[in-house]
């Protein structure tokens, strides 16, 4: 006689885990990894390398020493985010600085909440702008990509795209800088190696096109409404076609120029849609999506700082708890 087993649910798995999902998400920035290998040479090896080391020893000595309890350092989330934090950095950060930003992300982002599953923000961009603030002259000079030096510290430097919008007068070079001739972090050197990802992210379902979408899509069109009214005020005051003036607004409002620029697909497709500190309905997510492209243009169009992706994504990690009690998954058989 057979015996009927009953157990609590789910009776059906996915074949999905932790560790799965978080080596997939390694495998999609493989591309961005060998563009920044190929871009800044060295000083992207050696950024990742001391990011990832660190990030993992100090998960390991935080979950053996205060946690007393077995590391679990193989699942691949402490791996992700020195992956992640490397490539929100500059190529020629001296290292004492890249492993202060690791203990930042994961001793305070990420353990100091509880670990895995507990974090508010992303522990990545938590580290990111604690070295932004802490060291704003270091994390703002960028390598140029391609200049290639004895030393990874001695590297050419040289404006981003998004400091030629903010600051340059010259719209030439800010046409330039969006084909890859200037400097920036890592991750945000090809904007093909990330849709790659993107790409792949999506075919093995690890992540849905709401977040990636409604991000990207906020962000052109914010941007396309900013950039038409203020043209028709230019026609309003002037009653001509200013050339100077209208090379001045496509260079601060132009969509593409701020959709190929910057840390705004490094953000969309890797940081924005983490599990953790993302919002768990479809429509959550788009408001969240929604959310972090409106603050990232205002920031980066009216604010201090040229970028504004990671202060975007941070304040939205901190309302997905709100976004996820009014705006709730329908439940199984309800209208």
Same mark, same amino acid.
């Given at each position: 006689?057979?015996?009927?087993?009953?157990?609590?649910?789910?009776?059906?798995?996915? !074949?999905?885990?932790?560790?799965? *999902?978080?080596?997939? $998400?390694?495998?999609?920035?493989?591309?961005?990894?060998?563009?920044?290998?190929?871009?800044?040479?060295?000083?992207?090896?050696?950024? &990742?390398? $001391?990011?990832?080391?660190?990030?993992?020893?100090?998960? +390991?000595?935080?979950?053996?020493?205060?946690?007393?309890?077995?590391?679990?350092? +193989?699942?691949?989330?402490?791996?992700?985010?020195?992956?992640?934090?490397?490539? *929100?950095?500059?190529?020629?950060?001296?290292?004492?600085?890249?492993?202060?930003?690791?203990?930042?992300?994961? !001793?305070? !982002?990420?353990?100091?909440?509880?670990?895995?599953?507990?974090?508010?923000? *992303?522990?990545?961009?938590?580290?990111?702008?604690?070295?932004?603030?802490?060291?704003?002259?270091?994390?703002?000079?960028?390598?140029?990509?391609?200049?290639?030096?004895?030393?990874?510290?001695?590297?050419?430097?040289?404006?981003?795209?998004?400091?030629?919008?903010?600051?340059?007068?010259?719209?030439?070079?800010?046409?330039?800088?969006?084909?890859?001739? &200037?400097?920036?972090?890592?991750?945000?050197?090809?904007?093909?190696?990330?849709?790659?990802?993107?790409?792949?992210?999506?075919?093995?379902?690890?992540?849905?096109?709401?977040?990636?979408?409604?991000?990207?899509?906020?962000?052109? @069109?914010?941007?396309?409404?900013?950039?038409?009214?203020?043209?028709?005020?230019?026609?309003?005051?002037?009653?001509?076609?200013?050339?100077?003036?209208?090379?001045?607004?496509?260079?601060?409002?132009?969509?593409?120029?701020?959709?190929?620029?910057?840390?705004?697909?490094?953000?969309?497709?890797?940081?924005?849609?983490?599990?953790?500190?993302?919002?768990?309905?479809?429509?959550?997510?788009?408001? +969240?999506?929604?959310?972090?492209?409106?603050?990232?243009?205002?920031?980066? @169009?009216?604010?201090?700082?040229?970028?504004?992706?990671?202060?975007?994504?941070?304040?939205?990690?901190?309302? &997905?708890?709100?976004?996820?009690?009014?705006?709730?998954?329908?439940?199984?058989?309800?209208?």
């Amino acid at each position: 006689m057979e015996k009927m087993i009953i157990s609590p649910s789910p009776h059906i798995h996915s !074949g999905d885990s932790i560790s799965k *999902n978080m080596y997939g $998400v390694l495998t999609a920035l493989v591309p961005t990894f060998l563009v920044s290998l190929y871009c800044f040479g060295l000083g992207a090896l050696i950024v &990742t390398v $001391v990011s990832v080391a660190s990030c993992v020893l100090c998960e +390991y000595l935080i979950q053996k020493f205060l946690f007393k309890k077995e590391p679990a350092i +193989y699942d691949g989330s402490a791996v992700l985010t020195g992956v992640l934090l490397a490539f *929100n950095l500059p190529s020629n950060l001296p290292v004492w600085i890249i492993i202060i930003g690791a203990f930042v992300a994961i !001793g305070i !982002g990420k353990m100091s909440f509880g670990g895995l599953g507990n974090n508010i923000f *992303n522990p990545a961009l938590v580290g990111r702008v604690f070295l932004l603030i802490s060291f704003p002259a270091q994390m703002t000079t960028w390598p140029v990509a391609g200049a290639f030096p004895t030393t990874y510290l001695d590297a050419q430097t040289g404006a981003t795209t998004l400091s030629l919008i903010h600051y340059a007068d010259d719209y030439a070079s800010t046409v330039i800088s969006a084909v890859g001739l &200037t400097g920036g972090s890592l991750g945000e050197i090809s904007e093909i190696a990330l849709l790659l990802g993107f790409a792949y992210l999506l075919f093995r379902k690890i992540i849905t096109w709401h977040i990636p979408v409604s991000i990207l899509g906020t962000v052109a @069109v914010f941007t396309g409404l900013l950039f038409a009214g203020n043209m028709l005020y230019l026609y309003s005051e002037t009653g001509t076609a200013d050339m100077q003036a209208l090379m001045n607004l496509a260079k601060i409002y132009n969509p593409l120029m701020h959709l190929t620029s910057g840390g705004l697909m490094l953000g969309a497709v890797f940081m924005a849609t983490d599990y953790v500190t993302s919002p768990m309905s479809k429509k959550g997510m788009v408001v +969240y999506g929604i959310g972090i492209g409106v603050i990232t243009v205002v920031i980066r @169009v009216y604010g201090a700082y040229p970028e504004g992706m990671s202060f975007a994504i941070l304040i939205m990690n901190a309302l &997905t708890p709100l976004i996820n009690t009014y705006i709730k998954p329908k439940h199984f058989g309800g209208k």
